[in-house]
T-cell receptor
């Protein structure tokens, strides 16, 4: 089936730094979503992208739908301790109805 | 705000027991999904439903069944729990025709 690749598995940054993470696929997706999951909780939707090239912001978060439709990027600026968590990308392709394909996530740690 | 609730946050069951996990959404959404989440494996789709009394198998349906008698409620059933079903179970809802999914807080099930 479809796979979304997120790497590395873990990232460690200093409070105040910016961080960028990406998500890639071997096939085209029509929709890209970014979620954050806090420990012991369900994922929370951060940003949804629907058009190739689209750039969308949500506070300190900015995400882009890659031009090739095979990738997406999430940037977090001026990180703070509460940014700690697991960041998942998810994509929807043409044949999947409302089903999503999820990446395995990147665990972000922020050092104060 | 969208709201998805799950009946239990933590559950401990014995091998062979029949287990019911309940999920309720207040968004009047057509689509509902059950996932399990395991370290290193990410989110895996168990079953989903696009309408009342309708269900479709996801990627890992073996050992599970579902019930959707009302639009707002989607139940996951473990007919005979086994230790390899120890996991975090996440329910999600989404509107028909769009791809954003909203997750509940999760149920951490331990089967001993």
């Amino acid at each position: 089936g479809q796979q979304l690749n997120q790497s590395p598995q873990s990232m460690f940054i200093q409070e105040g730094e910016d961080v960028s993470m990406n998500c890639t696929s071997s096939s085209i997706f029509n929709t890209w979503l970014w979620y954050k999951q806090d420990p012991g909780e369900g994922p929370v939707l951060l940003i949804a992208l629907y058009k190739a090239g689209e750039l969308t912001s949500n506070g300190r978060l900015t995400a882009q739908f890659g031009i090739t439709r095979k990738d997406s990027f999430l940037n977090i600026s001026a990180s703070i301790p509460s940014d700690v968590g697991i960041y998942f990308c998810a994509g929807q392709d043409t044949g999947a109805n409302s089903k999503l394909t999820f990446g395995k996530g990147i665990t972000l740690s922020v050092r104060p | 705000d969208v709201k998805v609730t799950q009946s239990s946050r933590y559950l401990v069951k014995r091998t062979g027991e029949k287990v019911f996990l309940e999920c309720v959404q207040d968004m009047d959404h057509e689509n509902m999904f059950w996932y399990r989440q395991d370290p290193g494996l990410g989110l895996r789709l168990i079953y989903f439903s696009y309408d009342v009394k309708m269900k479709e198998k996801g990627d890992i349906p073996e050992g599970y069944s579902v019930s959707r008698e009302k639009k707002e409620r989607f139940s996951l059933i473990l007919e005979s729990a086994s230790t390899n079903q120890t996991s975090m179970y996440l329910c999600a809802g989404g509107a028909g025709g769009v791809y954003e999914q909203y997750f509940g807080p999760g149920t951490r099930l331990t089967v001993t």
